[in-house]
């Protein structure tokens, strides 16, 4: 079995690579940072560059390498508030949360073997309502949400599978960086110091002990087989 994996080298994407290996699966990964696991095909790659997906896909039909299945696991976190998020931000988080995933199936689409599946990660904040400066993170998971239930009826017309994994709290980078980015807003902020330093005890009271990203790896494997 082939599988296509963006966002392999942490993360839930690093423990769920580490997983399919040990199953004997053929992991091909994605990834902006450097991956170094043997047996794994790894291409480092900014995933909203468009036009590195298409030189990638090209060379994989050079290859005749085609896949069982497409898990879109990569995404980036920031704190920060509507009014003032720099426009760069924003729309970097957009472009990676939401359009490379939508570009990477788009894309790639044609290697899917048939009946093959595409796995999406959305998160809990999906369906949850959004906390003040987690709104900007939230709407683009909500985003990619609504898009994978799209794609989903859509596939399904054509005998593929979509399927939507929304996590809870886990021990990544992602998750740590929260409280890290909720003290640098703190210290930036011009609009909501006060409000800002509650949030931070907020956050700093509820985050609660994050779980092993090693947990989940089940359930994205009885997604990929099942």
């Known amino acids: 079995m082939n599988i296509l994996l963006s966002g392999g080298s942490s993360g839930i994407g690093n423990a769920v690579l580490k997983y399919f290996k040990e199953k004997g699966i053929n992991v091909y990964s994605l ?14 790659v900014d995933l909203t560059d468009v036009n590195e997906l298409i030189r990638i896909k090209e060379e994989f039909k050079k290859e005749n390498i085609r896949f069982d299945a497409i898990v879109n696991v990569a995404g980036m976190f920031i704190i920060d508030s509507f009014i003032e998020v720099s426009d760069e931000e924003l729309k970097r988080l957009i472009d990676v949360n939401l ?63 979509v399927i939507t994994i929304r996590p809870g709290a886990f021990n990544t980078n992602l998750s740590r960086s929260s409280l890290v980015q909720t003290r640098e807003l703190m210290d930036k902020t011009k609009l909501y110091s006060r409000q800002s330093h509650k949030f931070y005890n907020l956050v700093k009271k509820f985050m609660g002990k994050p779980s092993d990203p090693k947990k989940i790896c089940n359930i994205y494997y009885k997604a990929l087989t099942t």
């Open 99 to 161: 359009m490379a995933c939508i570009n990477l199936n788009k894309i790639f689409f044609e290697l899917l073997n048939e009946k093959g599946r595409i796995i999406i990660t959305s998160s809990e904040v999906s369906t949850l309502d959004p906390l003040p400066f987690n709104g900007i993170y939230s709407v683009s998971k909500c985003a990619l949400d609504a898009y994978s239930q799209a794609l989903r009826q859509e596939l399904n017309l054509l005998n593929y599978k």
């Open 31 to 44: 990834d902006i940072k450097d991956l170094d696991e043997d047996n794994v095909i790894s291409y480092k």
